[in-house]
Antibody, heavy 121, light 110 residues
Framework: QVQLVQSGAEVKKPGASVRVSCKASGYPFKNYGFTWLRQAPGQGLEWMGWISTNTDKQTYAQKFQGRVTLTTDTSSNTVYMELRSLRSDDTALYFC??????????????WGQGTLVTVSS | QSALTQPRSVSGSPGQSVTISCTGTSSDVGGFNSVSWYQQHPGKAPKLMIYDVSERPSGVPDRFSGSKSANTASLTISGLRAEDEADYYCCSYAGSYTWVFGGGTKVTVL
């Protein structure tokens, strides 16, 4: 079945960078795009960006422009999210999710299990 | 890219119906029929409950229904059950491969 498995928890110091991976299995990798979201403790979901596994086209939320980069590795069916210049308010659970269908505006399903990123000095 | 507006909480007794609103703009909710709803239990990943305003994925009970009028979408849970207690998030496509989420609504079953 379709499955997304994310990398493990990370602890980073302010100013550092973090890269979270999301490995997909159970379907042809290049057929669907991926999105990344985060959820700060006790807060709601925040959309960060989207990447096409077909064209590598990326879009980012204005809030994260210039600080986040999404990439794909088709040889390992993995999508990556790198967030730079980390601050304490970047402490959150980061999720990847796949487009459910291959059309614009598609909902997201399935989701990865989430990766906790803690930023602390 | 402002977040969609949802009530912070709604509640109902078992068997009752509750409705969660999700208000956006003509650039997101009002401009596309690509509104989805996600259920999230504590410590879990979100689960897709409704897509394309009113469609249910396979396996989602028909107690869950969605609708939209102008810039406001709604999720209705009928015949409320204890296991429906969770956080619910609306999401809308906003064009050019961007999406926006609501702030989330906590549903409490009394």
């Amino acid at each position: 079945q379709v499955q997304l498995v994310q990398s493990g928890a990370e602890v980073k110091k302010p100013g550092a960078s973090v890269r979270v991976s999301c490995k997909a299995s159970g379907y042809p990798f290049k057929n669907y795009g991926f999105t990344w979201l985060r959820q700060a403790p006790g807060q709601g979901l925040e959309w960060m960006g989207w990447i096409s596994t077909n064209t590598d086209k990326q879009t980012y939320a204005q809030k994260f422009q210039g600080r986040v980069t999404l990439t794909t590795d088709t040889s390992s069916n993995t999508v990556y999210m790198e967030l730079r210049s980390l601050r304490s308010d970047d402490t959150a659970l980061y999720f990847c999710a796949r487009e459910k269908w291959d059309y614009y505006g598609s909902p997201f399903d399935p989701w990865g299990q989430g990766t906790l990123v803690t930023v602390s000095s | 890219q402002s977040a969609l507006t949802q009530p912070r909480s709604v509640s109902g007794s078992p068997g009752q119906s509750v409705t969660i609103s999700c208000t956006g703009t003509s650039s997101d909710v009002g401009g596309f029929n690509s509104v989805s709803w996600y259920q999230q239990h504590p410590g879990k990943a979100p689960k897709l409950m409704i897509y394309d305003v009113s469609e249910r994925p396979s396996g989602v009970p028909d107690r869950f229904s969605g609708s939209k009028s102008a810039n406001t979408a709604s999720l209705t849970i009928s015949g409320l059950r204890a296991e429906d207690e969770a956080d619910y998030y609306c999401c809308s496509y906003a064009g050019s491969y961007t999406w926006v989420f609501g702030g989330g609504t906590k549903v409490t079953v009394l």
